[in-house]
């Protein structure tokens, strides 16, 4: 698969295809193969990312990795195909680029690239979107694990989490089936206990809060700031107000509220 007929596939966004075009143009992918053949391997995710970034230079947008973590993205294409994978999930799974790409524009008026260190786990395989959720395969004292992470654009209601929850036990039952009837767990601010004073009852994010066992709280986190606000450095005065979870939290927290970070394990039989 060629890089523009990837982009075209999962929705890189116009403006950041034409700078795309300009970086294979000149960058030595063969001479970095070593590096970006790494990428794809969980043990060398660290190393190779900071070689590779040596190797490219200055790169203030970040579209020089974003270059060549897509041109892995176009060889992850073929193995999705030999392991019989939907291009559906491929698709849901790669449009992690074109979201977090407009966020970033979205909160700073153009577009750059600094999730490299977060996409080598879609390069390298270990994670995937099914329906709402994404499922990532790891090792934890020799046991398999699968930690739930929740994009910003998942639909958050009941029926549409079981249905993923569902559609993931058949995927790791047909797919990698050494992970069938491992535990899933998630580490969020999702899942803080201390929402309770901020959102309504019956709102979806309590409700998902009820199909995980909470087994670890950080009570001094301000990782929530990064993916309510967008950033943890905004002094509480200036914090955006264009959702009511921004107005709610900002009220909270200007009467000194905390909002944790915690982790828990998925209950069995979840989200009804």
Avoid at 8 to 32: A, H, S
Avoid at 43 to 70: N, P, S, V, Y
Avoid at 217 to 242: C, T
Wanted: hydrophobic share 40%; proline share 3%.
């Amino acid at each position: 698969m060629k890089l523009m007929e990837l982009c075209n596939m999962i929705g890189i966004q116009n403006e950041v295809q034409e700078k795309l075009i300009e970086c294979e143009k000149y960058i030595d992918l063969k001479g970095m193969k070593q590096e970006i053949e790494q990428m794809k391997q969980p043990e060398h995710w660290k190393d190779a990312l900071e070689r590779l970034k040596c190797l490219l230079g200055f790169d203030e947008d970040g579209m020089k990795i974003l270059t060549c973590q897509l041109r892995c993205v176009c060889d992850a294409y073929d193995k999705y195909n030999e392991l019989d994978i939907s291009e559906k999930i491929f698709i849901d799974t790669m449009k992690f680029f074109p979201r977090f790409l407009q966020e970033y524009k979205d909160r700073h008026g153009s577009y750059c690239y600094v999730w490299a260190w977060w996409a080598v786990r879609q390069i390298s395989m270990v994670e995937y979107r099914i329906g709402e959720l994404e499922y990532e395969m790891r090792m934890e004292n020799e046991r398999h694990v699968i930690d739930i992470h929740i994009p910003a654009d998942a639909d958050m209601t009941l029926s549409q989490l079981r249905k993923s929850y569902l559609e993931s036990l058949d995927f790791f039952k047909k797919h990698y089936p050494e992970f069938t009837g491992a535990d899933m767990v998630c580490s969020s601010w999702l899942l803080a206990p201390s929402l309770k004073n901020v959102l309504y009852e019956n709102s979806k994010i309590l409700q998902f809060q009820k199909a995980f066992d909470i087994r670890h709280i950080e009570e001094d986190s301000l990782g929530f700031m990064d993916w309510v606000y967008g950033s943890r450095d905004i002094p509480i005065e200036e914090l955006p107000e264009d959702t009511s979870l921004q107005r709610n939290l900002k009220i909270y927290l200007r009467n000194n509220g905390k909002i944790e970070w915690a982790s828990g394990k998925l209950l069995s039989n979840p989200f009804l």
